[in-house]
Structure formats: structure tokens, C-alpha cells
């Protein structure tokens, strides 16, 4: 069945974020101001907030991550939206695209001509350990928590299947974690602004320092091969294959397309758009792809009439590297099998045929789960405007594409945004 | 500013429920079968389940409450929805209300003609001391937590400066609550099926069988004032003021107007609609009067061109007494301060001047989060179909409101549904 379109064209005419990290004493509220100035700055014709309407957040758990529930009107009350409406919206680690969709949809119904998007999200005020338990909520617990599964665990089960099918080797893994800090050590927002041999002179010089003695690494491929230095956390999953706690929030202005350029004169424009569920990973046939992807892929796709070879750039939803080889093949980038191979040639780099995750991705900007598929779209809208400075896409970019995953791939958010000035 | 309309007419073509009371042993997934299989049997002309395009879910922490986040492509699993998008909404406990507003939203976009909206909690596999502090979270937790605030707390403070600017007695608390238990009484989906009458009477019994005296109440009230009987939990909020925990699920079928005829000869047009945010308790100079609520109903009057006068019966959020009473005025069916006289002279029977809660009401009827708001409209669509059996409504009445609220008002979300035929 081919997708309906909205009925009304929509367009993206702010975008922000706060930085990602951990950031002790401030809560999601906090975070969210910082988003939302860094949004207002972002409006070229300027911003004033009393035409705001309505606000979509994204959030997978603040009740369980700050013990704070019922999240959306006290975000919206932080940045003066009361008494508009706000709603939280959640697809676990797709809640942030979700949010996107939402204020899309809302818009198109001509119920509201400008609606803010939003996500946050605040993991570190807890123990990791219990961190990843909340997280593990968000697979079947019925099902794949008694058989002790975690994230890791799940991703490390798709990455095992995926090396099984295909004959991937870990180091197609390490490409990825190397280009996605490559790439976050030039965003300024990033958790993780550091390169991986960065951080390996600084696990020397502070060996020196201490008069220990550590491996010589050739490089950054036996360093991520060293089980010291990057352990395994779930196999084939090592610690650098694996995004981040992370606190953090992001925003856009969502606003119907023929009101953009009030806005601002390069507004980008959101062409495709795109959402599916599937059964939890233990109910699947096959593991070496997302069927959320494809469907949701396939969806966006067919209502902008575009294809893979046409999108300049995407920010895919990496929480752990697999999932970025498997994104990049169910969205159509590159052939299934052939994404392990495409990362390790460097396909996927800033001046490569596609370039992926030029943020950094879950992987180095961080991964505060509600804001995750909000901040996506922050980044599209920076490379897609010629502001992404030192990680600009080189050519002229014209079309983005977004893709949010939650759990191990029980739902999927895909975006596709256009600058057409 | 006057409210836009929705660019596309919006109609309930099907409702349902489970059996709202406490089932351990069954996970909101079982409940949401019942609730769908329900649904499914009240379409006149029936349900092919796969013109059903997307699923909205409100739940206020299924992750708190069961264990299992990230519900809502489980959900859509477990009634065959897959691969369908779906999406969770949460607005604390005007979380269904929320999911139906969402669904009409996305069907006026244009993007999809059959949405289902539903509404799942599941609260009684913890113990009741942790309930309360889940629901907690959905009060400002940085604020009202540290002051040692629950919601029978908040409600109770509301209670009191309603007390003390309008010169209310608890009886007319007490009155709320001989109503809805009425209600209840004639709605076999309702968690406590008796008439407090009957609770009375079964007391008595009981006494009687282990030869224990106890007292010989005159009438309800004075069964409902006697502390032993009836303790205070938060004053004058008593045992009996308060809604339960509760499990259940609830789903109506949203289908673009034009649509409707293919499902139902009456189907109920979405006539008006609302929503507003609030700051928390708190943060508000008057505590008699919820902003919220005034808010979304003004909205759902002025698109609908209909005035509190012209609604037949209304379904509002009594999870305590107070908040019907409060609710009363601020939908505008009494004067502010006049809704506690009105609950007390019978105008909110079944044949008073505006019949409220027909269905027992959250009192009655239980409370489980998520499903309320959604549930609100079940009794709607059987009060505007002459469906309600033993509570219906005389009369043939064609207009219904639903008014569903959040926390102690940070949220409120109104509809107002009419049966043309």
C-alpha cells in the first residue's frame, strides 16, 4: 500500500541542542532551556515564543532516570509555553523522532501552524548498573529478560548473526567507532570530543606519567583489539562499539511550509517521512535486519519519491556500531552484507559516497535517549545550511535523512529533510 | 485567540473495554485483547482489523508499574497491528485522553483514515505504599516531593481552599461519592459494582456473622463520616473520596468522518476538542479552580460552536471527589463555587440537569492511568447510542463531553462527541 502524504507541507526553521554528557546538578528542565535558547538563536528572522502552539517531547524515562513523571508540562512550563498543549511521546530510544513526527502530524492537521519538538533525557544521577536495567525495560521482559538479556546483549546477538551471515569481522566494528569519533572530536556538543587515537596518547602519557608500562599500539585497530584497553562487553560488542550514558536535550520548530519564511530563508523542508513497529527481537525470523527500517524507509521513500542515491548525507541511530552497519544496508545505502564492507572502506566518511553520522552519532555526541532522534535532525539541519563547520559534508548538501531505532529495533522513525534555497 | 479547526472531520466508529479492577496474573497486553476484541464487537458493520493504520497507547509507567517500557509496539503486537506504527503517549493520568486526541490529530493530517486509540495500566502487582509513590512522579518532584506531597495530599489541599472560599461541608464530597458508587453499581465493567448502600449493608452482614458490634449507620452519610468506616487519608479527603488502583484497558476506533458510514450507522462526530498545560500545585495563585480544565474546554467550545448548556452528559475526571466537583464548574455546567451545592441537590444524577460519571466514574468505575481517558469516551459512545442498559441516560441525548486532567492539573484534554443520527 503506498503511504498517504500529510496533507499540508511542513518545514524545520529552527534547530538546537544542548551540549551531550553528564552533567551532575542540572536537571532535564535545565537542559532543555539550553536547547531551547540554542534553538531561538538558530531562527534567522528571530523567535518570538507566544507563537509557539504546542510541544511534543520525546523521553523514554525521567521518571525512572530523575524520579520525575509527567515530564512535558513542566518542560514546556521551563521555557514559557503554558498554558499550550504538551505531550510526552515515547518509542524508547525513538522517542526523540517520534517527537518530530508528532509535531509534523499536528501541524499538517491544521490544528496548529507552529509546534516545538523536543527531547531530553538525564541517565547519569543513576548507578550504571541500574541504568542499564531501566534501559532493559525497554526489551520484551516477558520474554528476553529472563533469558538475561541487556542491550548489549541483544545487539551483541544481532552483530554475532550478522558476522555469521556475511563473514564481517570485528574490525568492520571498529571502523565505525573510529569514524564517529573522528567525527565527534569536531562537533563542539559531542560527550566524546576526542579521536580514538586521541584518547590512546592519553592512556600513554598518563602511563608514563605513572612510570606503568602498556602496549605499544600500531594503531587504533589493535588498540580497540586489546582486551585491556577495549573490553568486551557483550560479544562481538566491545566498549567502544557501545554508545554512552548521557544526559542532554534537543528542539525544532516545526511549522507549516508556507509560513517558513517568517521564519527564516533556508528552512528545511521535511520530504519524507515514516514509521513502523516489529516484534521484539526474540520473535524474529531473521537478525541480520531491521524490519522497522525498511518499512519506515520504505514509507519515507515512496511519499517524497526519492531513493538512497539521492540522499547526501544521514544520521542513523547507532547505539552500538552493528546497528550502524545494519541501518546503513536496511535504508538502502548499500546492499544487504555489504555495509561491514562499505564502513571499512570508508564509504561512510564526511568526503565518502554517504556520509554517516557526521555528528559523531549515539556513538560520540552521546545517546540521551529522548533527545537522540531530535539532536539527528539538529545535525541535518547544521550540514544542510553550510554550518557545520569543521564536519561540513563538502558539495553543497541539499537532502538529509534521519533514522531513529527503539530497542533493538521495535519501532523505527525515519526522516528525510530538503533545503531547496 | 480562537482555536483553528481540524482541516478534516474526525469520528469514533467503535469502543471498548476489559473489566476495570485488579487481575493478577494478566499484563496490560492480556487487558488490551479484552479491550480490542470489545471494541471490535460494538462495530455495527464489522472490523477487518487491517484497515487499522496506526496505534496511539496512552500509559502513564507500565515500566514502573509492570516492568515493561517501551509498550506500545507490544501492544500493537499483541491485536496484529504489526508493522504499524505505534506510539505511546503519556500525560500522566490524562494519558487516554491524550492517545484519542493524537489519534483524531493524525487522521485529520491527512496521513491515515483508521487510527485506534487506547489506553493501557496495569497497577495492582505493586504494593500500594510503592503506588503511591510511582504516581507521585507526576507531581513537580523538585517542589511538592520534598514537601512530603502525594496526590491525596494535593487533592486534599485542594479540598480545603475549596472548603474555605465557598463555605462547601464534606457531605458534598460524600454525595460525589453515593452518586458514582450508584453508577458503578449498573456498569458490570466497573471495579466496585456495589452502591455504598450495599458496602453498608455487607459490613453489617459481616459484623453480624463474627458477632462484632459495630455501628448502626442511619444513612450513607453517616457511614461515610464515621472515621472507622471511612478514614481519613488526606483531610477531608477520605477513604471513600478517593479513586482505586486499578488495571485495565480500554480502545476506540477514530476514522476520518467521511469514512464512518462503513463501519456504523451512528458514529460519533468529534465535535470539539482541547487541551491545555498548567504549572504545578504549587506554583498557582488560586487552588478552587483548575486553569487546565478551563482551558481545554473553552478550545472545545468555541471550535464546536457549543456552550456547557447544550452538552447532554459528561464523563470527568473524579479521581477525587473534589476534582468532579471542581471539574463541574470549570466545564461550566455551575457557577464557580456552586458545583458542591449542584453535587448535593442530585443535578449530577442520571436524571438531574447534567447526568456526570453515568459510568461510576474514576471513582467507581476504577482508575487505572492510562485507560481513564480512553474509557471516558467508552461510556460516551453507549450513553449517545442508548447502549448504557441500566445507567442509561434519559432522554436520547446526542452530546457528550470528556474531560480527562493530569496530575492535580497540569494537563487537561476535553472532547466533546455528538451522535447525528
Chains 1, 2 share one sequence.
Not at 499536528?106 to 541517565?123: F, M, N, P, T, W
Not at 550478522?162 to 573522528?182: C, L, Q, S, W
Not at 565527534?184 to 560527550?191: E, M, S
Not at 541511530?317 to 545494519?326: G, P, S, V
Request: proline fraction near 5%; glycine fraction near 12%.
Amino acid at each position: 500500500m503506498t503511504p498517504r502524504k500529510l496533507s499540508r507541507g511542513v518545514a524545520v526553521v529552527g534547530a538546537g541542542m544542548s551540549g551531550f554528557g553528564a552533567f551532575p546538578g542540572l536537571s532535564t528542565r535545565d537542559l532543555f532551556v539550553d536547547a531551547f535558547l540554542d534553538m531561538r538563536r538558530s531562527i534567522d528572522q528571530g523567535l518570538d515564543p507566544a507563537t509557539i502552539e504546542a510541544l511534543y517531547l520525546g523521553n523514554f524515562s525521567s521518571s525512572a532516570f530523575e524520579g520525575q513523571g509527567f515530564i512535558a508540562p513542566l518542560t514546556a512550563d521551563a521555557v514559557g509555553l503554558l498554558p499550550k498543549p504538551s505531550t510526552r511521546v515515547e518509542n524508547a530510544c525513538a522517542s526523540g523522532g517520534t517527537a518530530v513526527r508528532e509535531a509534523m502530524i499536528a501541524v499538517a492537521s491544521g490544528l496548529y501552524d507552529v509546534v516545538l519538538a523536543g527531547g531530553i533525557e538525564k541517565q547519569t544521577d543513576l548507578p550504571i548498573a541500574r541504568v542499564t536495567d531501566v534501559l532493559a525495560t525497554a526489551s520484551d521482559t516477558q520474554y528476553e529478560g529472563p533469558a538475561g538479556f541487556t542491550f548489549p546483549g541483544l545487539f551483541g546477538a544481532l552483530a554475532t548473526a550478522y558476522m555469521d551471515r556475511y563473514g564481517a569481522t570485528p574490525e568492520a566494528f571498529m571502523r565505525v567507532a573510529i569514524k564517529n569519533h573522528d567525527n565527534g572530536a569536531v562537533n563542539p556538543r559531542a560527550q566524546f570530543g576526542k579521536r580514538i587515537d586521541d584518547i590512546m596518547a592519553a592512556k600513554r602519557a598518563a602511563a608514563e606519567r605513572k612510570g606503568r608500562t602498556i602496549p605499544d599500539w600500531a594503531d587504533e585497530l589493535e588498540f580497540l583489539a586489546d582486551d585491556r584497553a577495549n573490553p568486551v562487553i557483550a560479544w562481538p560488542m566491545r566498549l567502544f562499539d557501545c554508545s554512552p550514558v548521557s544526559d542532554g536535550a534537543a528542539c525544532v520548530l516545526v511549522v507549516a511550509a508556507e509560513l517558513a519564511a517568517q521564519f527564516t530563508d533556508s528552512p528545511l523542508h521535511i520530504v519524507g517521512y515514516g514509521q513502523a513497529s516489529a516484534g521484539a527481537a526474540h520473535d524474529r525470523a531473521d537478525l541480520t535486519s531491521l524490519s522497522a527500517t525498511r518499512d519506515a524507509a520504505s514509507q519515507a521513500y515512496a511519499v517524497s519519491g526519492l531513493g538512497p542515491a539521492d540522499i547526501d548525507l544521514a544520521e542513523v541511530h547507532d547505539c552500538f556500531t552493528i546497528a550502524e552497519i545494519m541501518a546503513t544496508e536496511d535504508l538502502g545505502f548499500f546492499d544487504a552484507g555489504r555495509g561491514w564492507a562499505a564502513a571499512t572502506d570508508g564509504a561512510t566518511g564526511r568526503d565518502g559516497a554517504i556520509p554517516i553520522n557526521t555528528s559523531g552519532g549515539l556513538k560520540s555526541k552521546g545517546h540521551p535517549v529522548g533527545a537522540t532522534g531530535v539532536a539527528q535532525v539538529v545535525e541535518v539541519w547544521k550540514q544542510l545550511r553550510g554550518e557545520a563547520g569543521d564536519r561540513q559534508v563538502p558539495g553543497n548538501p541539499s537532502l538529509g535523512l534521519t533514522h531513529n531505532l527503539g530497542g533493538s529495533g521495535q519501532a523505527c522513525v525515519v526522516h528525510i529533510f530538503q533545503r531547496r534555497s
